[in-house]
């Protein structure tokens, strides 16, 4: 078989993938080193070409054959599920199997140091880096409120924010320190394998890297309060900030370096050159060096050939389907639908009685919606707040927030609830149990769109899917990729944002009871009753209409 014919069939089968990747991996900043990694490892191979030339031994027809066939299956999942992330992991595998396929095993030998840093450039799957961002948020404020501590700082915190005298600062995504640590790894992992360094070496760099890390950003976070409070604001938003972020991202590779020539002065008795390439044995080439692609017969070369053809193809189709849908991040394109007013809910609901109406508008960085409209609500036993917020562009993890606030967080997503007392109280809502320094609260929420709809997360986000409901959500997908008809209930479609949390935060000093969780339940569903049958609700448009380019009101 002809090798670029084959290579042509492999890109073609993957390539319409690479576009959804490289829009999710530039939309986040964590990602957005990207391009820079492949560069680097495009330079590593062709630095590396005629090595893998002399060193190249003829591959196993078996080995190549089986390669090939699991990355036309790993394609065509890849395809059905339109996803990104099953796309750029069966390419990192294409280009292996192609690199064995032309050059063996002795080639595929000198050119693995570079293609391990591709793993740099795959996101974490199933939404797993949105639970490290919080992760790192924590990480990040606790020790940046230590430091402040050993400064004899005045201060409080408060989950992931930190309050002084002066103002209160909130540990963002970007301050977590995951994007420099992703960038990081990927800098120090592209230079370990451009100067040959031994595998210990490079785990031993990697391994600091993320210490340096963490510690980096508690000192940033640490300046940004002092010179906010004593200097000047322009250190903690804008230009000023990223000044600080780059200067720490600075400060984070020269200890990596300083590390570095430390252990080998400790290891070795002596810095030595970091520039100093370690010498490897040279494979030997093998004098009947064949090709992989010379070893197939024509039925397999057909069969190959149709099948990447077929996927790419079925990947046409996938494409064609999602480019016609709008794109959820775009808030600016979803309809205005009207804000709730406060008679939209009664003064006495189930017992409750409730408070004046307020209308909460935060900034672009709060951890909540941009417009809330809150109302009070108190019993002799328990007081509540519901709050309606909004516009979401997808299903919205509450858990994420409370947590960042302070709280324990126990969760209980998608629970069917049923109200017999209350008109239309057969549900699916979600549950949180929280806790924080003798207080209790129990949430209450769900997400739907401007038709009523209930809103839920893809099939992506791990940490609210129940592994029972995962193949049903899987076929949904793949019934949306190829664009069937069928209208998913897994995923936000354009025509019906935006979309609105309905919630119920009830706290009390004492834990609930099991009666108690069945009270604010009820509450829940007699406001998701009233609250659906609003103004806001009762005049929404029909999924047909055309969607007009305006904000929210």
């Known amino acids: 078989m002809n090798a ?46 005629a090595e893998m030339v002399q060193a190249r031994t003829k591959p196993l027809k078996s080995v190549f054959l089986a390669g090939l066939c699991i990355v036309i299956a790993m394609a065509l999942a890849s395809q059905l599920l339109n996803s990104g992330f099953c796309g750029i992991v069966t390419s990192i595998l294409a280009l292996w199997v192609l690199t064995y396929g032309l050059m063996g095993w002795g080639g595929l030998k000198v050119a693995i140091a570079p293609l391990l840093l591709l793993v740099f450039a795959v996101p974490l799957p199933l939404e797993l880096d949105k639970e490290l961002i919080v992760k790192m948020q924590f990480l990040a404020s606790s020790l940046a409120s230590a430091l402040l501590d050993g400064l004899h700082v005045l201060h409080f915190r408060q989950g992931v924010i930190l309050v002084t ?31 040959r360094h031994h595998w210990p070496r490079a785990v031993f760099n990697l391994l600091q890297t993320v210490v340096w890390v963490i510690l980096g950003n508690a000192f940033r976070l640490v300046a940004v ?21 780059m200067l720490v991202f600075v400060f984070i590779l020269g200890m990596v370096v300083s590390t570095d020539a430390l252990a080998r002065l400790l290891v070795y008795g002596e810095p030595g050159e970091l520039m100093e390439e370690t010498t490897h044995r040279r494979p030997t080439p093998d004098p009947g060096y064949n090709r992989g692609f010379d070893t197939i017969t024509p039925k397999w070369r057909t069969g190959l050939l149709v099948s990447l053809c077929l996927v790419g ?75 309606v917020d909004c516009p979401w562009a997808e299903w919205h993890n509450l858990a994420g927030c409370y947590l960042a606030q302070g709280w324990e967080t126990e969760s209980d997503f998608f629970k069917e609830i049923e109200i017999p007392e209350v008109p239309g109280g057969a549900f699916t809502a979600s549950e949180l149990r929280l806790k924080q320094a003798g207080r209790y609260g129990f949430v209450v929420f769900s997400v739907v769109d401007r038709n009523r709809q209930d809103l839920f997360p893809s099939w992506r986000n791990l940490t ?90």
């Open 464 to 553: 609210t899917r129940k592994w029972s409901t995962m193949p049903n959500a899987i076929l949904h997908q793949i019934a949306t990729s190829l664009g069937l008809g069928l209208q998913t209930q897994f995923a936000a479609m354009g025509r019906q944002l935006p979309a609105t949390t309905i919630q119920i935060l009830a706290q009390s000093d004492q834990p609930f009871t099991d009666q108690q969780h069945d009270d604010v339940r009820k509450l829940f569903a007699s406001v998701r009753q009233e609250l659906l049958s609003s103004q806001r609700w009762s005049g929404a448009q029909s999924p047909e209409l055309q969607l007009t380019p305006v904000g929210f009101p």
């Open 225 to 245: 309060v002092l010179l906010a409070d004593n200097v000047s604001r322009y250190f903690a938003e804008g230009v000023g900030h990223e000044i600080l972020g």
């Open 4 to 49: 670029f014919v084959l290579i042509a069939a492999v890109v073609f089968s993957v390539a319409t993938l690479w576009i959804p990747y490289s829009v999710d991996m530039w939309q986040q900043g964590h990602y957005q080193y990207f391009p820079l990694l492949l560069a680097g490892v495009a330079w590593l191979l062709w630095s590396r070409a």
């Open 313 to 387: 193809i079925i990947g046409l189709r996938v494409a064609w389907v999602s480019g016609s849908a709008v794109d959820l991040a775009e808030l600016a394109n979803m309809p205005i639908i009207p804000a709730p007013i406060e008679g939209d809910l009664p003064t006495t609901l189930v017992g409750w009685e409730r408070g004046e109406m307020q209308h909460v508008q935060r900034d672009v960085s709060a951890l909540l919606a941009k417009d809330s409209f809150v109302w009070p609500l108190v019993r002799d036993d328990l007081s509540a707040v519901v709050s």
């Open 165 to 195: 005298e002066k103002s209160q600062f909130l540990t963002e995504e970007a301050c977590s320190g995951i994007r420099s640590l992703f960038s990081s790894l990927g800098v120090v992992g592209v230079f370990s394998v451009m100067l």
